[in-house]
């Protein structure tokens, strides 16, 4: 059991990654937020590909893969619009002198 574990963080931390490379702009995500947004999408692409039989949730395959990548690009991009991601960035971007 520990072993799909195990597979599900490094495929988060490769789609979570390659989403970041693919969607435009810059991301203010950390390492942490990046591997969840990226289980959340291998979840959401293996649960699809499962549905459609493909094969199992747990297994790496093509279709899967796709939709994880496109989960993940999604996420992001409301990740970036939520509320609190703007004004982290404000906060981040210290005082503004007038």
């Given at each position: ?92 971007s210290g005082p503004?002198?007038?």
């Open positions: 059991m520990r072993r799909r574990h195990d597979g599900f963080i490094v495929a988060g931390l490769v789609i979570g990654a390659l989403a970041r490379l693919i969607k435009p702009g810059r991301q203010r995500l950390g390492l942490l937020a990046t591997l969840l947004v990226g289980v959340v999408a291998s979840v959401i692409g293996g649960a699809i590909a499962n549905l459609l039989g493909t094969g199992s949730i747990f297994e790496l395959n093509f279709l899967g893969f796709v939709v994880a990548l496109t989960s993940a690009v999604v996420i992001l991009g409301i990740v970036e619009g939520a509320p609190g991601t703007t004004l982290e960035a404000e906060l981040m503004k002198v007038a």
